[in-house]
């Protein structure tokens, strides 16, 4: 493969330009890949339903497809709407003579409007070409036609069908959640362990964006995961990456204004980002007499200028330790819920970082002392960090301030350094240049949480943010507060 993934679309036509060929083009062009389409039937749609279906002689369908692969090496073909069996027939005959490397079939048959995209007597048809593909990705309804039961009411018998249709056809099933009512909208890959992992099912959970604008979201899914396939991610790698682009394309979709009714994705929303403001900027920015606080608390002077009496910091220390134990197990939860493997290596270390090299810190100062009980400013932070831990944006953007008001102090209390300042070593760990490295990628991962993140979801996590930057002012004003001669 070259280093752009060079994928083929196969089919029908949105003139709106939010499903079909249309969304898979824009789809694969905002994953990085090149895309390029074959056309199985203009359709006369808009977003408020489809008018009429014109389907060109199935001859030149075929002198498509091959003008393409005879020219053209190609990495992955995305196949949508195909309207008959004869259509289906001329795609299978074709797969069979070339065959790219990554075949993923979203098995259109209805779309959101009801109108039908595919002629009832094709389904057999469909089901034989499901078992040609590397990957189908039905939603709920295409699911119980491919599978000849009720369309399922719960995601567990929805991973059931999903089952049904990996066991029937051998191929890898992008189960999808879209269609189901709650908050959440999960979807899953459901087929062999080798390429999903333990139990055939690797779920990959999200949140439900509350926007009439849905269309076209399953042809885009499926262009996603060709391109990200082909790109040389994992199935569920491909997953995570597709649908957190998904669902920040499904966020910025009112903002399109595009139709009467269910409108399109925002599919270059991620293009569109750097022009708006980062909402780390907007979280910083928003938190200004927060940090002015902080750096004028008496605390933080004394610090810089070495004045702090020592029973004070070492008070403090204590603090920070039993602090530290509570931040690096929600360091790791948020590893845990990562969406992608460089993001959980990132809060892992950062989690063995809190808990191995801080209080190795610690303890040289506390001089072997057991860590004190915590104080109320203390358990009042921690208390706030557990109940952020609901969503990776929230946890990720409450955690956030304690590297960036730290990293930010380091940069200004490097200035106060001499080598017989007595908090010396405090002050070169904070303005230490891996610690500003760090605070620069867990800015840059909640950016990218934000960015995917609903306005909604977005809202929470600069509350979070906020409350933390909070916490951060009164753990400071904690231990001069406790001895109020010296504040
Ligand atoms: N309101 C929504 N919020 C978040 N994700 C959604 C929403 N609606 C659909 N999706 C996602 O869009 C993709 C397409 O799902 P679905 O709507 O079930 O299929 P289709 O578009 O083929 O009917 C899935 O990844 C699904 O989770
Ligand atoms: C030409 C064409 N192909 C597919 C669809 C259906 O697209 P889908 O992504 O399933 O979106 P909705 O129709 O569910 O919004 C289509 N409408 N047109």
């Known amino acids: 493969m070259s280093g752009i993934p060079r994928v083929l679309s196969i089919a029908g036509t949105d003139p709106t330009g939010g499903a079909g060929i249309h969304a898979d083009l824009k789809t694969i062009g905002a994953l990085g890949g090149y895309g390029m389409a074959v056309v199985t039937a203009l359709v006369a749609q808009n977003t408020r339903g489809v008018r009429e279906v014109h389907v060109p002689p199935v001859g030149f369908l075929t002198a498509q497809l091959d003008a393409v692969s005879d020219d053209v090496e190609i990495d992955a073909v995305k196949i949508g709407m195909l309207q008959d069996a004869a259509i289906i027939e001329v ?50 309804a295409e699911l119980a036609v491919l599978t000849g039961r009720p369309v399922a009411a719960t995601w567990d018998e929805a991973l059931d069908a999903a089952r049904r249709l990996h066991e029937s056809t051998g191929t890898l099933v992008l189960l999808k959640g879209g269609h189901l009512d709650g908050a959440d909208c999960p979807d899953a890959l459901v087929g062999p362990v080798p390429l999903v992992g333990p139990g055939g099912v690797h779920e990959v959970a999200g949140a439900r964006v509350a926007t009439r604008n849905t269309h076209g979201t399953g042809c885009s899914l499926s262009s996603a995961m060709a391109t990200l396939r082909a790109g040389g991610a994992s199935w569920p790698d491909a997953l995570v990456r597709a649908k957190q682009w998904l669902t920040g394309a499904l966020a910025h979709a009112d903002a399109l204004h595009v139709g009467r009714g269910n409108g399109p994705v925002d599919h270059f929303h991620e293009l569109r980002a750097p022009a708006d403001r980062a909402w780390s900027a907007e979280v910083w920015d928003a938190a200004a007499a927060v940090r002015a606080g902080i750096e004028e608390c008496a605390f933080v002077r004394g610090l810089g200028d070495g004045s702090l009496e020592r029973d004070v910091f070492t008070w403090y220390l204590a603090q920070d330790a039993r602090y530290l134990g509570e931040y690096a197990r929600l360091l790791a939860r948020a590893s845990a819920l990562a969406p992608t493997a460089d993001e959980q290596a990132f809060w892992a270390r950062s ?137």
Do not use: K
Request: aromatic share 6%.
């Open 351 to 487: 989690a063995q970082s809190a808990l191995v090299e801080e209080q190795r810190l610690h303890s040289a100062h506390l001089d072997g002392r057991r860590p004190a009980d915590p104080a109320p400013a203390t358990t009042a932070y921690t208390d706030h960090l557990h109940a952020s831990g609901r969503t990776y944006g929230e946890l990720v953007a409450a955690v956030l301030p304690c590297f960036w008001i730290y990293a930010d102090l380091g940069t200004r209390l490097t200035a106060a350094r001499h080598e017989t300042h007595p908090y010396d070593d405090w002050l070169a760990a904070y303005g230490d240049p891996a610690f500003a490295e760090a605070t620069a990628q867990a800015v840059r991962i909640a950016d990218a949480a934000a960015g995917a993140a609903s306005a909604h979801e977005r809202a929470r996590m600069s509350e979070a943010f906020r409350r933390s930057a909070e916490h951060e002012l009164r753990f400071f004003e904690a231990p001069m507060a406790l001895v109020p001669a010296r504040a």
């Open 91 to 140: 795609v299978r005959d074709w797969l069979a003579r070339v065959r790219p490397p990554v075949v993923v079939l979203d098995p259109v048959m209805v779309a959101t409007s009801g109108d039908r995209l595919l002629d009832a007597a094709a389904e057999d048809a469909l089901r034989g070409l499901c078992t040609d593909a590397d990957l189908v990705t039905p939603n709920l």
